[in-house]
């Protein structure tokens, strides 16, 4: 067990519709990262949150948004989702954003958009 | 932005032999690289890690080699068992700027079979 905490494990929902995923960190973790993965583009990076603020932003659509709160949990929003949305949303915090920070991992919420 | 370049995506080996798996990467100023390993249904998990100023880096049957000048490194796993197959991932990671993000490579599916 990773100590990060994601929900829910498993998400079906239609085309056209809006999720919210949720990540909490290990404890002490101020730094949150989401990844997305899906079977033809691995891992790829979305957004990172450092104690509340927007940090980095990779490959992520306008469709979607993230924020961290005071209590450092985090959320990913995905919004008008489209079939090509499906995939393995993760989550991974680390205690800070610098220099070999040691990223831990949740197991994931699997979308499904059918 | 960094790119990161891993081979090969697929690997077979007898258990006992040893399996080697390679990474290129495009941003000179990285100086981070971990090497994560997931298996079916988790999240992926740190396996060893090494940082720019250290060339070889081992841990029991696992080491990892880096070539500063070159842009790569590689993971390097002897004596495999059964329990290695999993899905590895090579990471880069720059610190400093405003950036402190994972960029992973496409991932490696390793089959050791018994």
């Known amino acids: 067990d990773s100590g990060v905490t994601q929900t829910p494990k498993h998400l079906i929902t239609a085309t056209g519709q809006r999720v919210t995923l949720r990540c909490s960190p290990r404890s002490g973790d101020l730094s949150v990262y989401w990844y997305q993965q899906s079977l033809d583009q691995g891992l790829q990076f979305l957004i990172q949150y450092y104690n509340g603020e927007e940090r980095a932003k990779g490959n992520i659509l306008e469709r979607f948004s993230a924020q961290q709160f005071p209590d450092l949990h985090s959320e990913l929003n995905l919004s008008s989702l489209e079939l090509g949305d499906s995939a393995l949303y993760f989550c991974?915090?680390?205690?800070?954003?610098?220099?070999?920070?040691?990223?831990?991992f949740g197991q994931g919420t699997r979308l499904t958009v059918v | 932005g960094e790119n990161v370049e891993q081979h090969p995506s697929t690997l077979s080996v007898q258990e006992g032999d040893s399996a080697v798996i390679k990474c290129t990467y495009s941003?000179?100023?990285?100086?981070?690289f971990p090497w994560y390993k997931q298996e079916l249904g988790k999240g992926p998990q740190l396996i060893i890690d090494i940082r720019s100023n250290v060339g070889e880096k081992k841990d029991q049957r696992i080491a990892v080699t880096l070539n500063k000048t070159a842009k790569h490194f590689s993971l390097h796993i002897t004596e495999t068992q059964p329990e290695d197959s999993a899905v590895y991932f090579c990471a880069a990671q720059n610190y400093g700027g405003s950036q402190g993000n994972l960029i992973f490579g496409k991932g490696t599916k390793l089959s050791v079979k018994p």
């Open positions: 941003d000179s100023a990285s100086n981070y």
């Open positions: 991974a915090s680390s205690v800070e954003q610098g220099f070999g920070t040691e990223a831990f």
